[in-house]
């Protein structure tokens, strides 16, 4: 299997896409809900959860920060306008039966949604890294190391690898019709 080199944004979303689509979850690349344009959004048929994640490529604090802040603004875009969102993920994700989506929506009435950035290794490792992690224990991480591989997880001070520490926060939010 020939793995791929990251070097831009759109490979390290790609890696990420690839991470997701397998197994009981599909995904698709760049969704549209209002200003906002999500680099990747998943759905995990088991755990009837969406998942929202923003990839940046770049290591420093700064832009590290921003992307923390991005998957916020994306987190209070989708709750104000949670069924726009599931009827802009619906034209992009691969065609789900009927059921899937009664399934995914909790009988039309909700869904679940998760919050990711995608960061490179680089970035993960950073010494300001963890203060961010701190700020924003909702949002979950995607490490995506130099060859396009993804983990759902941080390293430890001694190396081992640590899931609890990149999980993400489950939000519900409720389905209101815009028409009514």
């Not at 990747?40 to 998942?51: E, G, I, M, P, T």
């Not at 726009?84 to 929506?105: G, I, M, N, V, Y």
């Not at 203060?131 to 190396?159: Q, Y």
């Not at 999980?167 to 519900?172: G, P, S, V």
Request: aromatic share 10%; net charge positive; with cysteine.
């Amino acid at each position: 299997m020939k793995t791929m080199q990251v070097k831009t944004e759109n490979d390290m979303a790609d890696a990420v896409l690839k991470h997701f689509n397998r197994g009981k979850c599909v995904a698709c690349r760049e969704v549209k809900l209002g200003r906002n344009r999500f680099d990747v959004v998943a759905y995990d048929k088991n755990q009837q959860l969406f998942s929202v994640i923003e990839c940046k490529l770049h290591s420093k604090p700064t832009t590290v920060g921003r992307t923390f802040g991005q998957a916020m603004t994306y987190l209070t875009n989708i709750e104000n306008h949670a069924f726009e969102f599931l009827d802009a993920a619906s034209r992009k994700l691969q065609p789900l039966r009927f059921r899937r989506w009664w399934e995914a929506t909790h009988g039309w009435t909700e869904i679940n949604v998760a919050f990711y950035v995608a960061l490179t290794d680089k970035a993960c490792r950073q010494p300001e890294f963890n203060n961010l992690r701190r700020m924003f224990p909702s949002v979950g991480i995607i490490r995506v190391k130099p060859n396009g591989r993804c983990r759902h997880a941080l390293r430890r001070p001694d190396g081992t690898a640590d899931s609890k520490a990149a999980r993400a926060r489950r939000y519900k939010f409720t389905l209101r019709d815009p028409a009514n």
